[in-house]
């Protein structure tokens, strides 16, 4: 699976953005996806994922009621829509696929996008 992350940009605190991880690959439909964010100097941390079949979504509480996850399979897309984003969001988003169950933990991804900067100003 081969993942190409874009939609990053400059915004400002309060505006929205909708990030896409675009994968190839025929397994597409069986992975899990998620995003992930690196802010300078911190460490990777986990956004959100989703499941195989879209239904079941997980955020990390940073996020939890300002962004959604959602997958067209059809597509081969992962989306990540950010509203009312904060100076705090600001990081390279990555997207990644693993082909297991749902998980935060960054080692479980096998496949991982090149990470597109969304920079949000106050």
């Known amino acids: 699976v081969q993942l190409q992350a874009s939609g990053g940009g400059l915004v400002q605190a309060g505006d929205s953005l909708r990030l896409s991880c675009a994968a190839s690959g025929r397994t597409f439909v069986t992975y899990c996806l998620g995003w992930f964010r690196q802010a300078p100097g911190k460490e990777r941390e986990f956004v959100s994922a989703?499941?195989?079949?879209?239904?079941?979504?997980y955020y990390a509480e940073a996020v939890k009621g300002r962004f959604t996850i959602s997958r067209d399979n059809v597509k081969n897309t992962v989306y990540l829509q950010m509203n009312s984003l904060k100076v705090e969001d600001t990081a390279v988003y990555y997207c990644?696929?693993?082909?297991?169950?749902?998980?935060?933990?960054?080692?479980?991804?096998?496949?991982w996008g090149q990470g597109t900067l969304v920079t949000v100003s106050s």
């Open positions: 989703v499941n195989w079949s879209g239904r079941n979504t």
């Open positions: 990644a696929a693993t082909a297991g169950l749902y998980s935060s933990d960054a080692r479980v991804y096998a496949y």
